[in-house]
């Protein structure tokens, strides 16, 4: 018996080592994708707000909303990317425990 917990016991910590390490390169990855989006996502916003200002009042009203549409795209995008690198950074703070009213939560969803 002693011998299964030991075992189960080391199975349970190699698990855990390689849970570890498959975040780390999570995070290594979605940092490092988030950074190279965003220099094109700028361009993208940058040159499609330049034609908009240069060559606006000249463009017919349907191209015009295709440019402002790239430009929300854009930065709705950025947006995702700024989020996702705050989200990768979160695994380095150290947890904070608190007690959270469930009921409270989930009472205003039952009176609907």
């Keep these: 018996m002693e ?7 080391q ?5 855990n080592q390689q849970l570890e390490a498959a975040n780390k390169e999570l995070e290594a990855f979605s940092y490092s994708v988030s950074y190279d989006l965003r220099a094109p996502l700028r361009a993208v916003d940058g040159f499609s707000q330049a034609v908009l200002e240069d060559y606006g ?9 295709d440019l402002q549409t790239i430009r929300s795209g854009a930065q709705k995008m950025g947006q995702l990317i700024d989020d996702l690198l705050t989200f990768s950074r979160l695994s ?3 947890l904070s425990k608190s007690t959270v009213d469930t ?5 205003p969803s039952l009176r609907n």
């Design 3 to 9: 011998a299964e917990i030991f075992q189960t016991s």
């Design 11 to 15: 199975n349970l910590q190699a698990t």
């Design 57 to 65: 009042p000249q463009l017919p009203e349907g191209c015009r909303e």
């Design 92 to 94: 380095r703070l150290p």
């Design 103 to 107: 009921g409270k939560l989930v009472r």
